[in-house]
């Protein structure tokens, strides 16, 4: 289980001659692990924690709808609610706003009242007519007008109407304006209500426009692939183009500015005071003008050694184009993804929701309002469950990229590509399934290890905001921006080593080592890669958006009902981010996908019979320019001259 194992030192690549399990005993372990999390969901289940959460509970332990047994020195508790089903809150706005939760007493009672409740006749009547007493067990109703603890033991007047139908068998108020207190914590202007209702009203009659600019940014998603996959040599060259002159630019503006304000100093006509601010900005502008430079000079010795490799990128996002045609149900990956995560996510919060009310009942003597807290071992159940979040979510993202991995892997390394599979994501699926689980496991335990401790650190860092050790602070601040690096780094070997693992069968570490020697041996094609066709990815989701915005700017201008327009653009400016980022992101995977494979076949192939290239059209395209640029190395062979280029 060790990642260091007793792999041959050198050993060839051979694309999908063979298949077998990989990295069994962390398949295992993950396996132990998800039975874990299923015991954590089941003990609270057990406990009748998770009833105590859907049926509610009272201030005294009892759960409603249920015959509860005694709890030792509490009074009130150990009553047959069998009959109240509902919790009712004697004051529902007195509310922990840090702790976010209703401090009032609450009770168990038959049925919430629909109608308001003025007085304390009221409230007798209501209990007399209804058997549902609103006041603390031990008053009875008809002593509920002269009780000298009524104020404290009946709900506080007047007792505002219920929804119809009761939240998780709560009886929440109809008129919820006393907690616009409680929603102030996650907003900050609800305050004003005159704003929060033109917003809300401006989202409820722009609903149909939202809905059309959402589905604007799934088209404008597909049109941009068409437009990377066709257009992609003029808008590769179109950018480095620019950024070239505005580097350069740059420069010669700071230079200028430089020189402008050293003559203003130098022909003494500033005051004595405005001398020395004009000696600062020049000190500044020389400094920026020089690091500019120094930018500027490094950019065009990298551009010039990189504008061969630039030209694999658009070959790569060329062919990425026919994957897409040959495997269109790449288009929907991300969205059984997101399916997955969401259903995960909403399982966990579940669970999460059921440990709050675990534990054992414990009496606050200050309040009497009875609490349930897990004590012992028992309170590292949420650690666990935690852990199980990150690992889990990371395990469905590593399953993704192997099933992308598998499905271009097979495009790539198959000759005749009328005999690829019916459905080659799904033989993917399968393949991952069958062979590769243990894999995804160990990748994404790794991913885990680096980001439990950033989040840990993340959040010690939040509460030493405003405290006065600001050099730990900022050793915090080095140590969480250390280890995001690292797990972007991690990220980015784990999904090549998924591909290795596609491509050869092999353990997450032979893999990661693998990839890593070819990488390294292409490093200038993977900066080239990773810069160009990054910047290029990212272009295309800004258009998206920009596009769907200008589009919602035009449309709501036809809408004169309401003034903000805030929130409704902001809907569907996000929205339309995701969906370009779902979409991109998956040509991004392709692409790195198909370099690697590249890589590959240009290192192990030379063309001569027996040793043919996999490679497109246009990568072989490539590849024979490549040669014919490249120095004749006399006695070398073409094959050899090739392998010097792919190894540059």
């Not at 809905?211 to 604007?216: F, I």
Request: net charge positive; proline share 4%.
């Amino acid at each position: 289980m060790g990642c260091c194992s007793s792999a041959e030192s050198k050993r060839d690549w051979k694309p999908l001659e063979q298949r077998s399990c990989t990295d069994v005993p962390w398949l295992v372990v993950f396996g132990v692990f998800c039975v874990g999390m299923v015991c954590i969901c089941g003990y609270p289940i057990a406990t009748g924690a998770a009833s105590r959460l859907i049926s509610g509970y009272d201030s005294y332990g009892n759960t409603c709808g249920h015959n509860n047994t005694k709890i030792e020195g509490v009074a009130l508790s150990g009553r047959d609610m069998r009959e109240n089903k509902y919790v009712f809150f004697l004051d529902p706005c007195n509310l922990d706003i840090i702790n976010r939760r209703v401090k009032s007493i609450a009770l168990c009672v038959s049925k919430c009242p629909a109608d308001e409740l003025k007085t304390y006749s009221d409230l007798k009547q209501f209990a007399l007519n209804n058997g549902s007493h609103l006041c603390s067990y031990d008053v009875s109703p008809t002593r509920y007008v002269s009780h000298s603890e009524r104020a404290t033991k009946c709900p506080k007047l007047p007792v505002p109407p219920s929804e119809p139908v009761p939240v998780f068998h709560r009886c929440i108020p109809v008129d919820i304006s006393c907690y616009a207190e409680f929603a102030q914590a996650f907003v900050t202007f609800v305050s004003d209500n005159n704003v929060l209702r033109r917003v809300i009203a401006g989202v409820m009659a722009s609903k149909e426009i939202i809905m059309g600019l959402c589905l604007l940014a799934l088209v404008l998603s597909l049109i941009m692939m068409v437009v990377i996959r066709y257009i992609s040599k003029v808008l590769v060259w179109i950018l480095t183009i620019l950024v070239i002159v505005g580097s350069i630019g740059g420069t010669g503006v700071l230079w200028w500015l430089y020189a402008d304000h050293r003559n203003a100093v130098a022909n003494n006509t500033l005051s004595v005071f405005g001398k020395e601010v004009a000696s600062d900005n020049v000190k500044a502008l020389l400094i920026y003008a020089i690091g500019a430079t120094i930018f500027t000079v490094v950019l065009l010795i990298v551009m010039f050694f990189m504008r061969k490799r630039v030209a694999l990128t658009i070959s790569l996002f060329h062919v990425a184009g026919k994957v897409f045609i040959h495997l269109p149900l790449l288009v929907l990956q991300p969205l059984w993804t997101f399916i997955s995560l969401m259903l995960f996510w909403m399982y966990w919060i579940m669970v999460l929701l059921f440990l709050g009310t675990s534990g054992a009942p414990m009496k606050n003597n200050s309040t009497g309002i009875v609490e349930y807290e897990m004590q012992g071992p028992l309170q590292y159940l949420v650690w666990y469950h935690a852990v199980g979040l990150i690992w889990i979510t990371e395990f469905i993202l590593a399953f993704q990229q192997m099933t992308i991995a598998g499905a271009v892997v097979t495009y790539y390394f198959t000759r005749n590509k009328s005999q690829l599979p019916t459905t080659p994501i799904l033989s993917s699926m399968v393949r991952t399934v069958r062979y590769h689980l243990g894999t995804l496991a160990k990748g994404s335990f790794i991913i885990t290890l680096v980001k439990i401790p950033r989040l840990i650190l993340t959040y010690i860092h939040s509460q030493l905001k405003g405290k006065e050790n600001a050099c730990a602070r900022c050793m915090l601040k080095a140590c969480v921006c250390c280890l995001w690096c690292l797990e972007k780094c991690l990220a980015y070997l784990n999904q090549n080593a998924y591909t290795a693992t596609a491509i050869n069968s092999t353990s997450f570490c032979t893999s990661a080592r693998d990839a890593f020697l070819i990488l390294v041996e292409n490093a200038l094609r993977v900066a080239a890669i990773n810069t160009v066709g990054d910047f290029v990815l990212f272009l295309g989701k800004i258009i998206i958006v920009s596009c769907t915005a200008f589009a919602g700017v035009l449309a709501l201008n036809y809408q004169r009902d309401y003034t903000v327009w805030v929130l409704p653009i902001l809907i569907v400016s996000v929205f339309a981010f995701l969906v370009a980022h779902c979409f991109l992101s998956v040509f991004e995977i392709v692409v790195d996908v198909l370099f690697l494979c590249f890589a590959v076949d240009s290192k192990y192939n030379d063309g001569s019979p027996g040793r043919e290239y996999y490679m497109d059209k246009a990568l072989m395209e490539y590849v024979e320019n490549s040669r014919k640029m490249d120095r004749y190395k006399p006695g070398d062979g073409d094959g050899g001259e090739l392998r010097s280029m792919a190894n540059s």
